[in-house]
């Protein structure tokens, strides 16, 4: 249980991270 929790947040995590550099990397190139 606690395995398959661990998957789900480290996943969740890597997306977020993902989707903020995308942000941060377009609102860099704008500039």
């Known amino acids: 249980m606690k ?4 998957v ?3 996943t969740f995590m890597v997306l ?3 989707l903020v550099i995308t942000i ?5 190139s704008k500039k």
């Open 24 to 28: 941060v990397d377009k609102m860099t």
């Open 8 to 10: 789900e947040t480290a």
């Open 16 to 18: 977020l991270i993902t």
């Open 3 to 6: 395995s398959n929790f661990d």
